[in-house]
C-alpha cells in the first residue's frame, strides 16, 4: 500500500490516522530488515529503486503525520551500525548519504531546487564524478602520516579498519612533504575491488571449495570486516577519494579544485570526474557513462553531480540525512523480468549440488540470459520459486545471474513447486545435507560429474596448467571411460584419443606434450590442483613452502599445520583428513610413479639461522616497518605469526605493544625491542 492507495484529503481522519500509523510502523520494520541485510549481512534482497521507494513513501507519511514521526526513523538514520570486532570512533563530521534519482527529471529538479535555494537565475556549475559502488570510507592524515581509517557506520561512529586500509596499494601511508599538506587533513572516499580482480577471487574461493562473493562491493566490505590484515593484503582493495572534511586547505573554492589539490598530493583521485558548466552540460556527461559504463575495470551504479562552489555548497548545507547540493544520478539497474522453464540440479567437483534454472531468454544489458543460479534447497525455500514463475534476476557481479525475487502477483495458477532431488542426478547415490553451509552433496567421489569437474580443475591454469584440456574434451574422457580420476590422466596416449570428436593426430599429440609439461609444476600447483576442500591457492603456497613436500604433509598434525598463518584449525583440520585417506597416499603414488614431483623446488632453506623459528611483532619499531621486519625475518628462513602461542620464540615489541606482551610475559617467551631484535639478526646473517 503506499500513500496515494492510502488516499489522504486535505483533512485526514481519525481511521486515516490509524492506517498511517499502521504503514509507518511497518515501513520502519521492513527498511530497518533491508538496512540490516545490505549493512551488516552483505546481502540484498531488493534493487536500490525499490529500497529508495519504500524509504519516500515513509518520507511522505512522516511528512502528512509528523506527531507520528520516530526520532530512531530510518529516514533519520544513514547505514547501519558498525560491524562487532573493531573499535568504534566518532566521525569528527557525519558521513551522510545522497539523494538518490533514477531519471534525468528528476536531475533537473535538483538543479531547479539549487537555484530556488541558492536565489539565483545564472547558470550553476557542477563537477560530475562517478558513483563507486564501493563501501563508504574516511581517512585521517596528520602531519602527512597516515594515522587513522574509519568505516561509514551509521554516520556518526564507525569502525576502525586503519590496520587494513595500510594494506592497499593506492593508498600512500606518508604525504610528500615537498607538497606541504596540512597539519591535520581527514578525506572521504570509497573502496572497492576492481573487477577482474573480483573474478579470480571468485575463481580462487570456488577452487577452494568456499562461498563465492555476490559482487565486488560485497567482496569489499567483506574484506575490509576480516580481523588479520594478512588476509586483507592478498586482496586487492583500492580506493578512490572525492572529499575532504573540516577545514579547506588553503586557496581551495571550488569542488575541482578540491580533486585537483588531492591528486597534487598523491591521494588516489578517480580520472573520470568533470566539470560542467551547467545543468545541460552535466546531463551530457551522465548519457555519456550511460554508454560507456561496461568498459570500466570497477563497478560503478551512477554518477554524483555535485555544486562546483564550495561556498555555495555550505550555504545550501544538509538534512540529517543527505547534503542539498549534491544528488546521485543511478543507472539503468542491471535486472530483468523472465520466466523460469525449467530447473536443473548440476553437481560440483566436490559434491555440492546447485540448482540452475533454466530462463526463457531476455536481454540484460546486452547480453542474453538464460540460465540462473538458485545457489541451494534454503534459498528456494527463501524465494519461493516455482517453475512457471516470472522472476526478477540481475547479474550482481556473478558470471551467472541471480534470482533476485519472485513476482507473485503474476502467477496464473499453472505454476509447479521445484522438487529437490533426494538422490544424486547422475549418479543415483543418495544426497546429505550439510547443515553448517547449507549445502546438500553427493558423497560418492566415483561420481562421474564429480570427477570431471575435479579433473577440469586440477588443468586450470592457477593448478597444473594444462593446456587444451577444457570441460568439454574432459566431459568426452570420462564418458568414454579413458579415464576415472586425475592419475589416469598420465596413462593416455596420442593414439588413446584419436577417437574423440574433434580430435586430429596433431592435436592428440599436443595435449599429450602439455599433459607431460605439467608434471613439472610446482608443489604449490599440485596441492591446489589436489582440490583439498577449504584449499585456496593462497593456502596451498602457505603449505608448500613450511612442509616441503606431500609426504611431511601427510605427517603433519592439525596443531601444528593450524599454527601455520592464514591456516587455522578448519582448513588444517580439512588438510589432515584427505592426506590421512588410504586412497589418498595411493593416489599420491601413481602421480610420484608417472613422474611428478611432490616435493618443493626452488633454493633450499638449509642454513639459514633463524630457520623454523616463529616471530610475532606488535607496537611501532622505531626505525623499522612490519613489512620490512618481516622480510628481514624470513630471508633468514623465520616465520611471522600474528598471535602469541607457546610455538612463538620471539615476540620484537615496539611502542605501545598492547595485549600481546601481556601474553608474552604471562608465557615466559623472550621479548626483544627493535635493538635486539637487530642484534639478532646481524648475528643470524
Not at 563537477?127 to 602527512?144: M, S
Not at 595500510?166 to 591535520?184: G, V
Not at 593448478?463 to 574422457?477: K, P, Y
Not at 585417506?581 to 639461522?609: H, V
Request: proline share 5%; glycine share 6%.
Amino acid at each position: 500500500m503506499t500513500q496515494n492507495e492510502l488516499s489522504f484529503g486535505d483533512s485526514p481522519t481519525p481511521r486515516d490516522r490509524k492506517k498511517a500509523a499502521e504503514r509507518i510502523s511497518a515501513l520502519t520494520r521492513l527498511i530497518n530488515h533491508h538496512n540490516d541485510l545490505y549493512y551488516q549481512q552483505d546481502n540484498q534482497e531488493i534493487s536500490d529503486r525499490e529500497f529508495d521507494a519504500l524509504l519516500r513513501e515513509l518520507e511522505d507519511l512522516e511528512a502528512i503525520f509528523p506527531d507520528l514521526a520516530d526520532p530512531n526513523s530510518p529516514t533519520q538514520k544513514v547505514g547501519g551500525a558498525p560491524l562487532t570486532g573493531f573499535t568504534t570512533v566518532a566521525h569528527s563530521k557525519p558521513m551522510l548519504s545522497l539523494q538518490n534519482s533514477y531519471d534525468q527529471a528528476e536531475v533537473r529538479d535538483f538543479d531547479t531546487r539549487v537555484k530556488r535555494l541558492l536565489e539565483t537565475t545564472e547558470s550553476v556549475p557542477y563537477v560530475v564524478e562517478l558513483k563507486i559502488d564501493g563501501v563508504a570510507i574516511a581517512i585521517r592524515y596528520e602531519d602527512g602520516r597516515f594515522v587513522q581509517g574509519l568505516t561509514r557506520g551509521d554516520g556518526h561512529k564507525g569502525d576502525d579498519v586503519t590496520a587494513n586500509l595500510r594494506t592497499i596499494d593506492s593508498l600512500p601511508l606518508q604525504l610528500d612533504p615537498k607538497q606541504k599538506p596540512p597539519a591535520e587533513l581527514e578525506c572521504r572516499g570509497e573502496v572497492f575491488f576492481p573487477t577482474r580482480d573480483f573474478e579470480q577471487l571468485n575463481k580462487q574461493r570456488t577452487g577452494a571449495g568456499e562461498k563465492t562473493f555476490a559482487n565486488p562491493r560485497n567482496a569489499a566490505a567483506g574484506t575490509l570486516k576480516l580481523l588479520d590484515p594478512r588476509k586483507v593484503a592478498q586482496r586487492p582493495l583500492a580506493l578512490f577519494l572525492y572529499a575532504i572534511a573540516g577545514e579547506m586547505p588553503p586557496g581551495i573554492t571550488t569542488q575541482d579544485q578540491l580533486l585537483d589539490r588531492l591528486r597534487e598530493l598523491s591521494l588516489p583521485v578517480n580520472p573520470h570526474a568533470r566539470r560542467a558548466a551547467d545543468i545541460d552540460e552535466a546531463l551530457q556527461f551522465l548519457q555519456e557513462w550511460e554508454e560507456k559504463r561496461s568498459n570500466l575495470e570497477y563497478e560503478t551504479d551512477g554518477l554524483v553531480l555535485k555544486v562546483d562552489s564550495l561556498a555555495w555548497q555550505h550555504q545550501l548545507g544538509a538534512t540529517s540525512k543527505a547534503p542539498r547540493w549534491c544528488i546521485a544520478y543511478k543507472f539503468a539497474t542491471e535486472e530483468a523480468l523472465t520466466h523460469v522453464l525449467a530447473v536443473n540440479f548440476q553437481v560440483g567437483r566436490t559434491g555440492v549440488i546447485t540448482p540452475v534454472a533454466d530462463l526463457e531468454p531476455v536481454d540484460l544489458l546486452g547480453t542474453i540470459v538464460r540460465r540462473a543460479t538458485l545457489h541451494n534447497a534454503d534459498e528456494i525455500k527463501r524465494l519461493g520459486i516455482r517453475i512457471g514463475d516470472c522472476v526478477k534476476i540481475i547479474k550482481g557481479g556473478e558470471i551467472i545471474p541471480k534470482v533476485l525475487a519472485v513476482e507473485t502477483s503474476k502467477r496464473t495458477g499453472q505454476e509447479k513447486a521445484i522438487r529437490f532431488p533426494t538422490s544424486c542426478p547422475v549418479c543415483r547415490q543418495r544426497l546429505e545435507r550439510d547443515e553448517e553451509e547449507a549445502a546438500t552433496r553427493c558423497l560418492n567421489e566415483h561420481c562421474p560429474a564429480q570427477i570431471k569437474r575435479r579433473v577440469e580443475h586440477f588443468a586450470s591454469r592457477e593448478a597444473m596448467n594444462i593446456d587444451g584440456l577444457g570441460r568439454a574434451l574432459i566431459d568426452q574422457l570420462v564418458d568414454k571411460k579413458l579415464i576415472s580420476d586425475i592419475a589416469d590422466l598420465y596413462s593416455l596416449t596420442a593414439d588413446s584419443l584419436l577417437d574423440l570428436d574433434r580430435m586430429g593426430e596433431r592435436s592428440a599429440t599436443k595435449l599429450i606434450d602439455a599433459i607431460e609439461v605439467s608434471k613439472q609444476a610446482s608443489l604449490r600447483q599440485l596441492i591446489f590442483g589436489l582440490g583439498i576442500r577449504h584449499v585456496g591457492i593462497n593456502a596451498a603456497g602457505i603449505l608448500a613452502s613450511a612442509l616441503g613436500s606431500t609426504d611431511n604433509l601427510t605427517r603433519a598434525s592439525e596443531e601444528s599445520l593450524a599454527d601455520l598463518p592464514e591456516i587455522g584449525p578448519i582448513l588444517a583440520a580439512s588438510v589432515v583428513h584427505y592426506f590421512n585417506q588410504p586412497k589418498t597416499k595411493q593416489f599420491l603414488k601413481r602421480l610420484a610413479s608417472a613422474g611428478l614431483s611432490l616435493e618443493e623446488k626452488g633454493e633450499t632453506t638449509k642454513g639459514l639461522a633463524l630457520q623454523g623459528q616463529i616471530f610475532v611483532l606488535t607496537g611501532k619499531l622505531p626505525d623499522l616497518t612490519r613489512p620490512s621486519a618481516k622480510r628481514m625475518i624470513e630471508d633468514q628462513g623465520g616465520r611471522v605469526t600474528a598471535t602469541v602461542s607457546r610455538n612463538t620464540n620471539y615476540l620484537i615489541a615496539g611502542e605501545d605493544p598492547g595485549s600481546k606482551y601481556q601474553k608474552a610475559v604471562k608465557l615466559g617467551i623472550p621479548i626483544l625491542d627493535q635493538h635486539e631484535f637487530l642484534k639478532l639478526i646481524d648475528g643470524a646473517s
